[in-house]
């Protein structure tokens, strides 16, 4: 697998949106079920997103659901969040993962997921 590199992350302010983006150099994120999880300081890294190869089924953490939305593009090999009406609790270090080549389902557990990012740092000001 080709490393992965997310970027997209900065300073909001709450009520606000980034878009942040993963990208490798191979094939890693078109053929794999993909996911986006963050750590907050002094708290375990949780699951956010998840999206499997094809695109066709997503699933999101319930506090993030219907505010953010994980999308990827095949031809491109990026992965994507959007996240929208930003919240104070969502400052964190954001990681994309790999997770099962051809996966049809997305797990939440990190144990499912094998290679990570380096992370982009997220801050939501209130």
């Known amino acids: 697998q080709g490393p992965l590199v997310e970027s997209g992350g900065g300073l909001v302010q709450a009520g606000g949106s980034l878009r942040l983006s993963c990208a490798a150099s191979?094939?890693?994120?078109?053929?794999?079920?993909m996911g986006w999880f963050r750590q907050a300081p002094g708290k375990a890294r949780e699951f956010v997103a998840g999206?499997?190869?094809?695109?066709?089924?997503?699933s999101y953490a319930d506090s993030v659901n219907g505010r953010f939305a994980i999308s990827k593009d095949n031809a491109k090999n990026t992965v994507s969040l959007q996240m929208i009406s930003l919240k104070p609790e969502d400052t964190a270090v954001y990681y994309c993962a790999t997770s099962t080549p051809f996966g049809t389902s997305v797990g939440q557990s990190e144990d499912l997921y094998e290679s990570w990012g380096q992370g982009t740092p997220v801050t939501v000001y209130a």
């Open positions: 191979e094939r890693t994120i078109s053929l794999r079920t």
């Open positions: 999206i499997t190869w094809t695109g066709r089924t997503t």
